[in-house]
């Protein structure tokens, strides 16, 4: 999508370079709490870094810094029998509250007394492997992401590359649909605009960034607490709306534009937060004569509520929705190198409501109730003929029960326990018309009118215990009913020992199953298909190189059975056919699951905190993936990148600027070339089937570069940033099309050298 050129940027920038020059200050707000029980830690000593400034947490865990200068900061937390925690990244924006939450991890304290080297990384004992956390600035700020999460998590060595207008996660040799979302505990199916259906990818997030507080990522061998999912958890924390004030913002951005709105709720025993946002291509496209350009539009609303019941009780509730439309035509679809044209109509959301009790001192629990819903309404035509394609009116449907809870057994010991259930019901009024398949075969036209209902449920407990004080081992397993009645149970170990004060070793080894898509289920008899499973192995190990820099080295294997595989296609992997055609919205009428897949692979990362005005993130990953068809042959992924290198990283010179960088590298992936006599002779692309994936594209490397200019008011404050995505104007392939308007293959380019701008008002 292209970005925003505002001649006004100009006259805009000198206005207020002159007016937002007064000393400026602001309010730190948060709370200590423990890590694993959630009880507020009265008496925690919070102290500004580098600064004289700090506080002392009352008997509700809370503290508040007044008086701040506008600026970043770093938040140190300390607490006896507790390891310090750092949080950079805290912004003082003018006339503003910003808020933290710390959550400190209890420590054995040996002697008179203990000295715990303060935590830019805090420990998650009880998820020690393949875990990344990130700060809502550093999800901000990031160059080539514009706000979105999943463009983010892009840069880690255990993810594959795919292509610049998708943020879809390919995690570890996975596939699209093998990643699991939870907002505040309650999951989303896809948190994407124009969500690939029966997946987990789209261009571009729902999620508006300023809602976001933190993100754990877990790339492999997570605990037994998530369930239904083979490859990646992202499990991300909504801050609350602010309790004191009102305070509101507006947005321009590659994105589009909106509003995010807070403030208290019942003279502030709660609060509210709330954003809306559209997009505005549609409208410059209709403005100014572009040409044949497709413009999507689409929308997206965001709110959250917070309410102390007691000390102990606190409910919530969450809301997000997003409203996709698309129209394109066949003079479009050819200018525009499209294999397809038509109109798209897509509504989604989530609906929650969210528990919270505080059992003593001991524990805590977390208890979701929640309703997603899916529409889609899709038309599609062949871009040569104008042939009818494809007719999809689908309407999925999911009612949620998560309950969570976590409990110190003694100083040494805890447990974590919980259930799940989902009632899944799907309506499918298809039409597909007579068509050829990858390799050529003539498919009848058929209609899917089919109503799939399925109940879902799951019960899981771990139990972590601390073994000779440098060592933590985490046991657990989940029992899982799935959407096709069958019932499956998933053992979950992980390992930690420390190996001294700066380095940290890790491993953990699981069992994990995933219902298939309702889709495909309804597109067969779902009692013969089942569920695909995955072994997890990871072993690796942290070390700290400097307070706020950590190596990471990482090896994993990953080994999938009971794919679903389409005897008409015994060398294609349909799981990942998202990437041909039109993905799962081709019809298969016989499926049986006897596919396998393999994943092999090593990573390194260094990840750098922001202090001394440096902050950054590097790594690297060899790996290898193969799937085995029915024909009995090993063949790679389309995702195998084998080789990916990632830096991403900025310089903060003062507090009103900030530049940042992020290059990627990753190695071509493989794909099927064109039968091309076969291809001419019906002016179709018709795939080798003599040779699956037996070529590559080329290698895959692009440079994004992003700077950032503060400007503080006495009650405002003013942020802009420019971002160039592919500076260096790389023509990478995205992938290679039959064109039927001159009988021949040819090459569709991702993103060339795209500048974008945005700007921000905060008051």
Same mark, same amino acid.
């Given at each position: ?74 938040? /140190? ?91 879809? &996660? ?142 102990? /009780? ?10 996709? /439309? ?273 994943? $092999? ?60 960088? $992020? ?42 570069? $992003? ?14 940033? &420019? ?41």
């Amino acid at each position: 999508m292209p970005g925003i050129r505002l001649p006004l940027v100009g006259a805009l920038t000198g206005l207020l370079t002159t007016v937002g020059t007064s000393a400026n200050v602001g309010i730190i707000e948060g709370s200590v709490v423990d890590a694993v029980t959630r009880v507020p830690l009265a008496g925690a000593n919070v102290i500004l870094v580098a600064t004289e400034r700090g506080a002392v947490a009352d008997s509700s865990g809370v503290f508040v810094v007044e008086g701040v200068p506008v600026g970043p900061y770093t938040v /140190h937390v300390s607490y006896i029998g507790y390891g310090d925690v750092m949080r950079p990244d805290v912004i003082v924006r003018p006339g503003r509250i910003t808020a933290v939450e710390m959550r400190l991890s209890p420590v054995v304290i040996e002697g008179q007394g203990v000295n715990v080297t303060a935590g830019y990384f805090p420990e998650d004992a009880g998820q020690p492997a393949s875990t990344t956390g990130f700060s809502y600035e550093e999800i901000r700020r990031a160059p080539g992401s514009g706000g979105d999460i999943c463009r983010i998590v892009g840069v880690l060595p255990s993810i594959a590359k795919v292509d610049d207008q998708k943020n879809t &996660l390919i995690v570890r040799g996975g596939s699209p649909m093998e990643n699991a979302f939870f907002l505040d505990g309650i999951e989303v199916p896809n948190i994407n605009h124009f969500p690939s259906q029966a997946s987990s990818g789209g261009p571009i997030s729902i999620l508006n960034v300023d809602f976001i507080q933190d993100v754990r990522f877990h790339a492999g061998g997570f605990p037994a607490a998530y369930g239904d999912r083979l490859s990646s958890v992202m499990d991300i924390t909504l801050r609350e709306g602010n309790r004191r004030e009102f305070d509101a913002q507006f947005d321009l951005n590659f994105a589009g534009f909106g509003v995010v709105a807070e403030g208290p709720l019942m003279a502030g025993r709660g609060s509210w937060l709330a954003s809306a946002r559209r997009s505005y291509l549609d409208l410059l496209v209709s403005a100014v004569d572009v040409g044949a350009t497709v413009a999507p539009r689409y929308g997206d609303y965001q709110t959250k509520v917070a309410f102390d019941l007691s000390d102990a /009780h606190k409910v919530g509730g969450l809301a997000m929705w997003s409203d996709d /439309h698309m129209t394109s035509d066949q003079e479009q679809a050819i200018e525009n190198d499209m294999v397809y044209f038509g109109n798209q109509d897509l509504l989604a959301g989530t609906t929650g409501l969210i528990w919270r009790a505080l059992w003593g001192r001991s524990g805590y629990s977390t208890t979701s109730i929640s309703h997603t819903v899916q529409r889609f309404s899709e038309d599609f035509y062949e871009a040569g003929s104008q042939s009818r394609l494809l007719a999809n009116r689908s309407s999925e449907h999911a009612w949620r029960l998560r309950n969570t809870t976590q409990f110190r057994l003694n100083d040494t010991n805890r447990i974590e326990f919980g259930v799940e259930a989902a009632r899944l019901v799907n309506d499918y009024d298809n039409r597909y018309a007579d068509y050829t398949d990858a390799v050529g075969d003539s498919m009848q036209e058929r209609v899917l009118d089919e109503r799939h209902t399925a109940t879902t449920a799951g019960v899981f407990v771990s139990h972590q215990t601390d073994l000779l004080r440098k060592c933590s081992a985490t046991l657990g397993a989940r029992v899982d009913r799935s959407a096709t009645d069958r019932w499956h149970v998933s053992p979950r170990l992980g390992l930690s020992v420390q190996l001294d004060h700066r380095t940290v070793t890790h491993a953990a080894a699981g069992t994990f199953c995933q219902s298939l898509p309702s889709l495909l289920l309804a597109m067969s008899n779902a009692n013969s298909l089942k569920d695909p499973r995955a072994v997890h192995y990871v072993v690796g190990l942290d070390h700290l190189v400097t307070e706020s820099t950590k190596l990471t080295v990482e090896a994993y294997a990953k080994d999938y059975r009971d794919f679903p595989m389409d005897p008409r296609q015994p060398g294609m992997f349909l799981i990942d056919e998202t990437q041909y055609w039109l993905g799962f919205y081709t019809p298969h009428e016989t499926m049986v699951s006897e596919g396998r897949a393999s994943s $092999r692979g090593v990573e390194l990362m260094v990840q750098k905190k922001l202090s001394s005005g440096l902050y950054g993130v590097a790594g690297g990953a060899y790996s290898r993936t193969r799937y085995e068809g029915l024909d009995e042959i090993w063949r790679g992924r389309v995702y195998d990148n084998r080789i990916v290198l990632s830096a991403e990283g900025g310089w903060k010179p003062t507090s009103r600027w900030e530049l940042s960088a $992020r290059w990627i590298y990753a190695g071509g992936p493989p794909y099927t070339p064109f039968d091309r006599a076969a291809s001419e002779e019906i002016n179709r692309a018709v795939l080798d089937e003599s040779r699956i994936n037996d070529a590559r594209y080329p290698a895959y490397h692009a440079l994004n570069l $992003r700077v950032e200019r503060r400007w503080p008011f006495r009650s405002s404050n003013v942020v802009a940033y &420019l971002s160039v995505w592919n500076a260096y104007n790389r023509k990478n392939v995205a992938s290679y099309f039959w064109n039927q308007h001159e009988c021949r293959s040819d090459t569709i380019y991702q993103w060339g050298v795209l500048p974008l701008f945005g700007i921000e008002y905060e008051f």
